[in-house]
């Protein structure tokens, strides 16, 4: 059965500042693997998306590696901001049915 | 495109009532994922539909049924509504195996 944890599961951090944040999976054999954001009391965000052959994802200033053989991906978010505060999940479609495995999540917090 | 639209955005029950919670996907996608999302929790998916027909359940309470039509948009149907079913509900959709497409949410309060 897969299992996704994130960590850390709080971060808080000076603006500007490159930050890392990880996910790791108990099952290697994946479809692919998606980083969201999420507001307070608000819905998903889909930040990027990595197929299971890719090794990487970019958007703007935001990073996503994926490296299944060692069960972890990282979102690198560079020269964070106040604005980029909120809770980080990624998730991982299981085998079959392709529902979701979410991770426990990152809450981010930049400091102006 | 439109995006996955839920209606309601916001739901107020009291307790032992019923809740029906419609979500409406992509235009062409033919699969509709619901889950659920506690204050403080990850989402935990509920069940799935490919194609009109159930294709996957989670830890969906039995006062919980759910189905989809056949113009593809889902209902999910709530009875005997407990203080614990306040949660996000988030409907996804998708191409079979392709990316899930998530709406904004259906925040349904049990008082």
């Known amino acids: 059965k897969q299992e996704v944890t994130q960590i850390p599961a709080a971060l808080s951090v000076p603006e500007g500042e490159n930050l890392v944040l990880n996910c790791s999976f108990t099952?290697?054999?994946?479809?692919?693997l998606q980083w969201f954001r999420q507001d307070p009391g608000k819905g998903l965000t889909s930040l990027l998306l990595?197929?299971?052959?890719?090794r990487e994802q970019t958007s703007g200033r935001l990073n996503a590696s994926l490296d299944k053989s060692s069960g972890r991906s990282t979102l690198y978010i560079a020269a964070s901001q106040p604005g980029d505060s909120a809770t980080y999940l990624c998730a991982i479609p299981t085998s079959g049915t392709y529902k979701y495995i979410f991770g426990t999540g990152t809450r981010l917090k930049v400091l102006a | 495109a439109a995006g996955v639209i839920q209606s309601p955005r916001h739901l107020i029950k009291e307790k032992r009532e019923t809740a029906t919670l419609k979500c409406y996907p992509i235009?062409?996608?033919?699969?509709v994922y619901w889950y659920q999302q506690g204050p403080g929790q990850d989402p935990q998916f509920l069940i799935s539909f490919y194609e009109k027909m159930q294709s996957d359940k989670g830890s969906i309470p039995d006062r919980f049924s759910a189905q989809q039509f056949s113009d593809y948009h889902s209902e999910l149907n709530m009875s005997s509504l407990e203080l614990g079913d306040s949660a996000l509900y988030f409907c996804?959709?998708?191409?079979?195996?392709?990316?899930?497409?998530f709406g904004p949410g259906t925040r349904l309060t049990v008082l």
């Open positions: 099952d290697s054999a994946i479809y692919n």
């Open positions: 990595i197929q299971s052959s890719q």
């Open positions: 996804a959709s998708s191409l079979v195996t392709d990316t899930q497409y």
């Open positions: 235009s062409r996608h033919d699969t």
